[in-house]
């Protein structure tokens, strides 16, 4: 069984209604897209904001390889590809928190916020992860923890610290932090509902079930994409001013 990770399978059949698989074969398209637009696009930017928009490719570029293996693993497991999934968060979402610090630095940000956010998103996946593997009997409660984590990040982006830095470097950099204070709230929220059509719980018989995957690839390439793209945006209207 195990030998099936090893297939070198890059013609494994799909049939034409798994729409997951579909989903899993366009995010990883979309997010190596993404990833060449953000590389090829570093050297119109002046030092001050390549690194941000490295970083912005490093996220797509992160998840596409995620993606490569995961529609793999989908296609000849046919099982939800979790450990690989949680992986790619673990790598990215820290990735996120540096943006949000990379842009307030401006603003004089001081690393223990980028501290602060990377240690909530590591409290918010590894709980959720323990919800949807190890501790599943129990994925409500695992799954509320890491909505606590979730909660306080975003408290902290809309009206802690992070948004008074934002006020305080004022123009494009306040804009740009309201759009990413959005996806953080809005976008991000599509994951612990992807969650709950995942697991049992208590929401099981308001929600029902559906498709966890599908649910985690609209977000990622709503927010790896999105986000990467408004830090562009950044870089660009900035360097004209
Ligand atoms: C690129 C990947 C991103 C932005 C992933 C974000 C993931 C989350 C915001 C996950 C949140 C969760 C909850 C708030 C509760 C249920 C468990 C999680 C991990 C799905």
New binding site residues.
């Given amino acids: 069984m195990t030998n099936l990770l090893f297939i070198p399978s890059l013609v494994t059949k799909m049939l034409p209604t798994d729409y997951v698989g579909f989903t899993f074969f366009v995010g990883c398209m979309a997010m190596m897209a993404a990833s060449a637009f953000f590389f090829l696009s570093l050297n119109q930017f002046d030092k001050k904001w390549r690194t941000s928009v490295l970083v912005s490719g490093l996220i797509t570029f992160i998840?596409a390889v995620h993606y490569f293996y995961m529609k793999e693993y989908w296609a000849v497991i046919g099982e939800s590809p979790t450990f690989f999934r949680y992986v790619d968060?673990i790598l990215?979402?820290p990735l996120?928190c540096v943006e949000f610090y990379l842009i307030l630095k401006v603003a004089g940000a001081k690393s223990d916020l980028l501290w602060k956010m990377i240690g909530l998103s590591i409290v918010?996946?590894v709980t959720?992860y323990l919800?949807e593997t190890v501790y599943a009997d129990n994925a409500a409660l695992w799954?509320g923890i890491?909505?606590l984590a979730?909660f306080v990040i975003v408290y902290e982006i809309w009206f802690g610290n992070a948004s008074k830095l934002a006020a305080t470097a004022g123009g494009d950099v306040l804009a740009a932090h309201k759009i990413l204070c959005w996806f953080v709230l809005v976008g991000?929220a599509i994951?612990?509902l992807?969650?709950m059509l995942g697991t049992d719980g208590w929401y099981t018989s308001i929600l029902g079930k559906g498709s966890v995957d599908v649910a985690y690839n609209i977000a990622?390439a709503i927010?790896?994409i999105g986000f990467g793209l408004v830090i562009y945006s950044l870089a660009v209207k900035s360097q004209k001013d």
């Fill in positions: 998840a968060w990215t979402v996120m918010m996946l959720g919800g799954g890491s909505g979730y991000w994951y612990p992807g969650y990622d927010n790896k």
